[in-house]
């Protein structure tokens, strides 16, 4: 504990700071690789749905672009308004037939699933619209990829039946809808390297934290204060305890040769015995350095 109190601080803070960057800029370049189809597809389909909306009619060329692109979109489909299918980017043989025949089916606790009674081996599930959707169901790989990773999830797959998430948004001018089916895969060893990133991050924590704490009991040491207990404090309490550590020391003085702290009224350092404040040259009492007169006694003060 000596020896740690004797630390240089600045040194620590700055090897500290360098090596969290460090791994701060390496964490986030490992993963934007890592789920890189996946951050793409989203970006991406935040893109097509946007500019999609807002046109007439559908423009299909970019939407053939978008899922030839992205082998995570099995289809992409545009629908009339009487539900015929009039494009369709992939001819996978997912959706048969050239009407869209998919009904919302028995709900399953809250989320609407859609089947289509002449493709018992399929079903959609919507998907929230927002960009994470598809980013989701990278990381578990065990469950296999139809089973979205969340709590309000409820896609438990049926024995045969493969789940599609799917996402769609009309077009209001001529009323015409675009149907994305995703099919996500999980992205190899992503639970792995989320863990050793959540690892990193939290050694830095714990190391930020400890620093604080080490840094208030050096300092204490150093002040003459109880260099255990405010360690202790701050050890608990963190940046709390940090912060009345310091207005502590802020509302007492602090000597300028031995850096002892101590009340304000010490008009000499209790350790060292240097000369802290001003002294009344009637009565010999502690005066402020800005006083104009003697606390005391009522004596004027030089202006010094
Ligand atoms: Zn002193
Ligand atoms: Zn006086």
């Given at each position: ?15 500290y700071?360098?090596?969290a ?19 793409s ?19 299909y060329?970019?939407?053939?672009a978008?899922?030839?692109k ?21 001819d ?21 699933r859609?089947?289509?009674p002449?493709?018992p ?19 578990d ?8 990773d969340?709590?309000k ?39 792995l390297?989320?863990r ?9 924590f714990?190391?930020?934290w ?6 208030v009991?050096?300092?204490a ?9 405010w ?14 550590y ?21 008009t000499?350092?209790t ?5 802290l ?18 606390g ?6 030089e202006?010094?």
């Amino acid at each position: 504990m000596k020896k740690l109190a004797k630390l240089n601080f600045k040194k620590a803070i700055t090897i500290y700071l360098i090596a969290a960057f460090v791994c701060g800029i390496a964490s986030a370049t490992a993963l934007g690789y890592l789920f890189r189809s996946k951050i793409s597809l989203a970006l991406d389909y935040e893109k097509i749905s946007e500019t999609d909306r807002r046109k007439a009619p559908a423009a299909y060329e970019d939407i053939a672009a978008f899922a030839e692109k992205h082998p995570e979109i099995a289809e992409a489909l545009v629908l009339s308004v009487d539900r015929t299918i009039v494009f369709r980017a992939k001819d996978g043989g997912i959706v048969k037939g050239n009407v869209w025949a998919f009904e919302k089916a028995e709900e399953k606790r809250g989320r609407g699933r859609l089947t289509d009674p002449s493709q018992p081996g399929i079903a959609l599930q919507w998907l929230d619209d927002d960009l994470t959707d598809p980013l989701r169901a990278v990381i578990d790989e065990r469950e296999g990829h139809n089973r979205l990773d969340s709590e309000k999830d409820v896609l438990l797959e049926p024995i045969n039946q493969k789940v599609y998430p799917i996402q769609s948004w009309h077009i209001r001018q001529n009323g015409e809808t675009v149907v994305l089916l995703f099919d996500f895969r999980p992205v190899p060893r992503a639970a792995l390297a989320l863990r050793i990133v959540a690892a990193a991050v939290m050694l830095f924590f714990m190391l930020y934290w400890a620093l604080v704490a080490l840094w208030v009991y050096a300092d204490a040491q150093k002040s003459k204060l109880r260099g255990e207990t405010w360690g202790l404090l701050a050890l608990f309490t963190n940046i709390a305890g940090l912060l009345v550590y310091l207005i502590y020391k802020g509302i007492n003085q602090v000597c300028y040769q031995c850096r002892a702290v101590m009340g304000r009224e010490n008009t000499y350092c209790t350790n060292c015995g240097a000369k802290l404040g001003e002294t009344c040259a009637g009565c010999g009492g502690a005066v402020g350095k800005h006083s104009g007169f003697c606390g005391r006694c009522g004596q004027a003060q030089e202006e010094k």
